[in-house]
């Protein structure tokens, strides 16, 4: 599979697994996005950026794409995470 290729498939594989979620029993949510979501987000991200496509910094499972900054002006986020940008918050 080329970037491109890759790119689709784990597009899919998010769609998929966002699906599965939304059925899932509030028991199982947890483990379904645990397993079932979140791996392919990361993987998408990681994929995109190899490919040179732009993320969103402002959250680490954000697909969305970036169309602007941060308030700090040193990440490159989507609208939503302009204001709560993950790389500018101090986790500690
Ligand atoms: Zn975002
Ligand atoms: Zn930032």
Redesign the pocket.
Known sequence: MNLDEQISYYEEKVRQGEKTYSKASPGMREHVYASEVFPYKAILRSVRLKAGVPIC??NIECLAYPLS???????E?CKEHEQA?????PTA
């Open positions: 910094w402002g900054r941060c308030v700090a002006g040193q990440h986020t940008c993950f790389l500018c918050v």
